[in-house]
């Protein structure tokens, strides 16, 4: 099968050996030879419509860019995504009045462009992990899975935090104990990611455990009573408390309550608090492991 790829030195080598590179040699070597009263005769003129050109041309852009970002920024797309697209098309319409100043002062423009894509092949060979990571922020930017500010966990790298910023290389987190955490945005990308803060709610799972000759109906009442006296409880969603299972020593009653994403950790602890200080008030015995070591 013939290789269509090239190596980044066999690029270069195409372009140093092409016809686009013979011309532009050409071009040169004919002005080298000329003097300057002859240069200025023949392509004076061309080079007065060729700074026109340019001036005109950069007026055009600034206004074209005006235009299009106004459309991008109504489409509440990130910052970053924002910011990435202005590069973009302010380049591609940049590198055209250029491309046409280059055409009116008579330089061959598609050598110019043959040797301009030959280069760039070399270039982003040399440099493929950093494209694909480029790539990956991109990605991130426009499908926006997460915003600044939000909570997100990425399971498979053991790592949580604030987002703080989404570049177009690395994401940067603050975690809950004030560390930054930078990750490549092909981590971020390409591994599962939790969001606790999109929806706004989350649900509260806990499980406490009293002994078998104790009354279960009595300790649900007491952790009814207990989510019932705590404000950051959605009193407005499902509050569910059943036996959730007989254990090997203990009745194991679940509790599953709703709260607000930047209150879950503070609720856990409250409720567990409450509920212990309750069953020791009711003489309610929680089961633990204990060893009984007899003597003769």
């Known amino acids: 099968m013939k290789r269509i790829l090239m190596t980044a030195e066999e690029a270069v080598t195409a372009s140093?050996?092409?016809?686009?590179?013979?011309?532009?040699?050409?071009?040169?070597?004919?002005?080298?030879k000329m003097e300057l009263s002859e240069i200025i005769k023949k392509y004076g003129e061309s080079v007065l419509w060729a700074l026109v050109t340019v001036i005109v041309g950069a007026i055009l852009v600034h206004w074209a860019l005006k235009i299009i970002m106004r459309y991008v920024e109504k489409s509440n797309l990130a910052p970053g995504a924002t910011k990435f697209?202005?590069?973009?098309v302010a380049f591609l319409l940049y590198f055209i009045v250029i491309l046409t100043a280059a055409s009116v002062l008579g330089i061959p423009v598609t050598s110019v462009l043959a040797v301009f894509s030959v280069f760039?092949?070399?270039f982003s060979l040399a440099i493929k992990d950093i494209i694909a990571l480029f790539a990956s922020g991109i990605t991130i930017l426009f499908s926006k899975p997460f915003n600044a500010g939000d909570f997100v966990e990425i399971p498979e790298e053991g790592v949580s935090g604030f987002v703080s910023q989404v570049g177009?290389?690395?994401?940067?987190?603050?975690?809950a104990d004030n560390k930054?955490?930078?990750?490549p945005n092909s981590i971020v990308a390409g591994d599962t990611l939790i969001n606790y803060s999109k929806i706004g709610l989350r649900r509260l799972d806990a499980v406490y455990s009293i002994g078998y000759g104790e009354d279960f109906e009595k300790a649900k009442r007491i952790?009814?009573?207990?989510v019932d006296s705590e404000p950051l409880v959605?009193?407005?969603k499902d509050i569910f408390i059943m036996v959730t299972a007989m254990g090997q020593s203990s009745i194991d009653i679940v509790c599953k309550v709703y709260v607000k994403w930047d209150s879950y950790e503070t609720l856990r602890c409250r409720l567990n608090e409450k509920i212990k200080l309750a069953f020791d008030a009711n003489k309610i015995e929680i089961p633990y492991n204990q060893i009984d070591v007899h003597m003769k």
């Open 168 to 175: 177009l290389i690395h994401t940067h987190l603050f975690t």
């Open 180 to 183: 930054e955490i930078i990750i």
């Open 223 to 226: 952790i009814r009573e207990a």
């Open 234 to 236: 959605e009193k407005e």
């Open 85 to 88: 697209l202005h590069g973009i």
């Open 16 to 32: 140093e050996s092409g016809v686009s590179s013979e011309s532009i040699d050409a071009f040169l070597n004919t002005l080298e």
């Open 120 to 122: 760039t092949l070399a």
